[in-house]
């Protein structure tokens, strides 16, 4: 069975930190691009980054130079390194992976074949 799973989210103060995982099952991630998107209420899923099969990076302008993705192909996982988080961080957020061209990932969740269940990140004092 394939098989995403987030883990790592949870509350935290403003200016805080938290590293999501994004662990893969019954397939390997190295041939895939991993997105990382956030849904909060009331609001469309929009992307915060994503990285290549060969590493390539991007990220949503709302958290560059806070965030930042990471993949170890070794433990089949995927993470997102938050810093200095803010209220409107708060949201559900995803991993997904799609088998993209190596050097490319994709901003758009159509692309995207899996997905996880998601993890509840809320910033607040």
């Known amino acids: 069975q394939l098989q995403l799973v987030e883990s790592g989210g949870g509350l935290v103060q403003p200016g805080g930190s938290l590293r999501l995982s994004c662990a893969a099952s019954?397939?390997?991630?190295?041939?895939?691009?991993i997105g990382w998107f956030r849904q909060a209420p009331g609001k469309e899923r929009e992307v915060v980054s994503c990285?290549?099969?060969?590493?390539?990076?991007k990220y949503a302008e709302s958290v560059k130079g806070r965030f930042a993705i990471s993949r170890d192909n070794a433990k089949n996982t995927v993470y997102l390194q938050m810093n200095s988080l803010k209220p409107e961080d708060t949201a559900v957020y995803y991993c997904?992976?799609?088998?993209?061209?190596?050097?490319?990932?994709?901003?758009?969740?159509?692309?995207?074949?899996?997905w996880g269940q998601g993890t509840q990140v809320t910033v607040s004092s």
């Open positions: 019954g397939f390997t991630l190295d041939y895939y691009a």
């Open positions: 997904a992976a799609g088998a993209l061209s190596y050097w490319y990932c994709s901003g758009d969740p159509r692309e995207y074949e899996y």
């Open positions: 990285i290549s099969s060969n590493g390539s990076l």
